[in-house]
């Protein structure tokens, strides 16, 4: 089955091979760290000469890597004498994980072929793998088992749009999830999938969402420089329209005029979830007939009345904190949505729209305490217009949403312990090599 595997992945690999080209000569896309994905060791790996046990974890994008963050670092204090090491798939990922532990500790994922993961384990040999969410990738998971590691999937869903196809190709599933030791699923129902689609009982934990634990960022200089430039020119209502997607801006951009009307002094912030769209997404403002300006050119001008394009990687999270009312896109149109954690952290009304498949169970939680708004298109600018005028409903969403984030945290605490147990499970060396002689 591997063998096939590989191949077909391979064939894939080479089938697209235009369109990575066209990707990286475009958009500078996976240009980077492509001889690390190919299995080209970075030195600074392989300069370690500490005989220090390894811990392997895998975050792919920037939102694992956030999540990740606090298990990370209680499993550096739990086991100072072991080497933590994170992989990326994502540059994103990559620059966030190499600025919170260190570029020495930080690389990129290799391809899920065995010539390129092989070198990692020659060189890391790691006595734990821990993988952020649901990445199932059947040569890197045999491959860590072969070469003596616990396995573990940590903060791991099954989306509503994955289940099916899971379900079936259980048969061709269940001998990859026996390399996995150790599963530590979100809520009871994800348990449950897993279990359905061949993961052994006794393996699987519940401990939570790590998302719920993840503490606002310290925000860069640009956050203090908007908001005194908010305050002193009287600028307001301030609508934050985070992560979103084709076919969601001419939507917000129509609901915002309809504010204008109401409050000149108005400012929409516009933050599309992908960089290579910033340029298609300021015609589209200057095309509808909008002031705007762009983060990356702006002077320090008034923002009242205007569109300020956020064009710009990693400051969302901490703009949220100056919006009157937030918007998380991806979910106007069906792209499962994008995580509201991020401004309910401040206490911002949070309205997100009705394709929410990917974060589920964090929406409908949400939506059971009064702490969002779910909309479709056609409720959207009525729903924006009602909350700018009433201060009472959006301090009681907020408010809301405080208090369901905090009765939900703990994970963090939850799956340190339970990787904990497992690593310290973990078969000796001496135990190892004696199994390796049998």
Request: with cysteine; net charge positive; aromatic share 8%.
């Amino acid at each position: 089955m591997y063998a096939l595997y590989s191949l077909l992945f391979a064939l894939f690999l080479l089938l697209t091979l235009p369109f990575w080209l066209v990707q990286m000569l475009r958009h500078g896309k996976y240009r980077a760290g492509l001889r690390e994905r190919l299995g080209k060791v970075p030195s600074h790996l392989k300069n370690d000469r500490t005989g220090r046990q390894t811990i392997w974890i895998h975050a792919v994008s920037v939102g694992e890597v956030i999540a990740s963050a606090g298990v990370i670092e209680g499993l550096r204090r739990q086991f100072p004498s072991h080497r933590v090491v994170i992989s990326t798939t994502t540059n994103t990922g990559q620059k966030l994980a190499a600025k919170r532990f260190g570029e020495k500790n930080v690389f990129y994922f290799p391809l899920d072929l065995p010539f390129a993961i092989q070198p990692y384990f020659d060189c890391l040999k790691p006595c734990l793998v821990v993988v952020a969410e649901t990445e199932f990738w059947p040569n890197f998971l045999k491959l860590a088992k072969r070469n003596r590691a616990r396995v573990a999937i940590m903060n791991c869903r099954i989306s509503d749009r994955s289940y099916p196809g899971y379900k079936r190709l259980r048969a061709l599933l269940k001998p990859v999830l026996v390399n996995i030791d150790l599963f530590l699923p979100q809520t009871p129902a994800d348990r449950d999938r897993l279990i359905a689609i061949g993961a052994l009982d006794l393996k699987v934990v519940v401990t939570g969402n790590l998302k719920f634990d993840v503490a606002p960022p310290p925000p860069p200089p640009i956050v203090a420089t908007l908001a005194e430039n908010i305050r002193e020119s009287g600028t307001g209502p301030v609508i934050v329209c985070g992560s979103t997607l084709e076919g969601e801006e001419g939507s917000l951009l129509s609901a915002f005029r309809n504010i204008l009307a109401a409050h000149p002094k108005a400012l929409l912030m516009l933050a599309p979830r992908h960089a290579e769209r910033f340029a298609e997404v300021g015609r589209l403002v200057e095309q509808l007939g909008f002031r705007m300006l762009r983060r990356s050119l702006w002077k320090g001008e008034p923002l009242d009345g205007s569109v300020f394009l956020i064009d710009s990687i990693g400051e969302l999270s901490s703009i949220y904190s100056l919006a009157t009312v937030a918007f998380v896109g991806g979910s106007l149109v069906p792209r499962g949505g994008h995580n509201i954690l991020e401004p309910a952290l401040y206490g911002v009304a949070v309205v997100t729209g009705n394709h929410y498949e990917n974060f589920r169970d964090i929406v409908n939680y949400f939506v059971s305490q009064n702490a969002v708004r779910v909309v479709g298109l056609a409720e959207l600018p009525l729903t924006l217009i009602e909350l700018v005028e009433n201060s009472a409903e959006r301090a009681t969403l907020g408010q809301n949403a405080l208090a369901a984030l905090d009765s939900q945290r703990g994970a963090t605490t939850r799956t340190i312990a339970a990787l904990t147990q497992l690593l310290q499970s973990s078969p000796t060396r001496a135990e190892a090599a004696s199994e390796n002689r049998s």
